[in-house]
């Protein structure tokens, strides 16, 4: 498969898609659907569904084309062992991580609120990766699974962008990857937010990565 040129900002961005993956962050309904985690931190989850649409358009494509895929889940063990006390004890009790939601525990992992929305969820076979941090390279095997099959590039979606994902794809320009981030596939509790990170990933001539858009990924990608 050909090298594939795309609009991005600061610069375009050439890919190989034999060595790209596909990366959608946290789209678990305890950060889109009312309820769970992201509602208990005192924010509006509507503001994350703009994303789902253009997702779905990016994953059938990336299905259909046989990218890896790879879904990360932000999530702690029942028993709370690999959750930092720093990160229970910062918000109200009733309001932590673990407290009983009508979605179950929140944010512990097998409680329906730590699973992937309904509209995005992971084909039997996908590679789903749990995660304890907001970094997906945080005690997980991520960069070996990308680094074993030769993953070069990375796209990212999902959210939040300011916190999961800025994280993540900083984490993985460190890691020697190079990071392009469709920004109408992510989205933030704060649309300033949203604005300001993308910001300072494209920034100094893409310091952590690019920034396109899924449209701009959809008009380079092979049509068959
Ligand atoms: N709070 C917030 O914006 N996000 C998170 O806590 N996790 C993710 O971004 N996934």
Redesign the pocket.
């Known amino acids: 498969m050909p090298a594939l040129i795309i609009e991005a900002e600061p610069t375009p961005v050439t890919i190989d898609l034999l060595f790209t993956a596909l990366v959608v962050?946290?789209m678990?309904k305890d950060?889109l659907y009312p309820g769970g985690?992201?509602e208990s931190?005192g924010?509006d989850v509507s503001l994350l569904r703009r994303a789902i649409q253009p997702v779905r358009r990016v994953l059938q494509a990336a299905r259909r084309l046989g990218l890896l895929v790879v879904h990360?889940r932000?999530g702690h063990l029942p028993d709370l062992s690999d959750c930092p006390q720093t990160k229970l004890l910062r918000w109200p009790e009733g309001r932590r991580i673990g407290d009983p939601g009508p979605m179950g525990r929140i944010l512990v992992r097998g409680e329906p609120g730590h699973a992937i929305i309904d509209e995005l969820a992971p084909l039997p076979g996908e590679t789903v990766v749990d995660k304890p941090g907001?970094c997906a390279f945080y005690c997980t095997d991520l960069d070996q699974l990308l680094k074993r099959r030769g993953i070069q590039s990375l796209l990212f979606a999902?959210?939040?962008?300011?916190?999961?994902?800025g994280t993540t794809i900083s984490g993985a320009n460190d890691r020697g990857y190079n990071g392009i981030v469709l920004s109408d596939c992510m989205a933030?509790?704060d649309p300033r937010?949203h604005a300001s990170a993308l910001e300072i990933i494209k920034a100094q001539g893409g310091i952590f990565g690019w920034v396109t858009t899924s449209e701009n990924l959809l008009t380079a990608l092979p049509k068959s």
């Open positions: 962050i946290d678990q950060f985690y992201g931190l924010n990360t932000e907001k999902g959210v939040t962008t300011d916190v999961c994902c933030a509790y937010r």
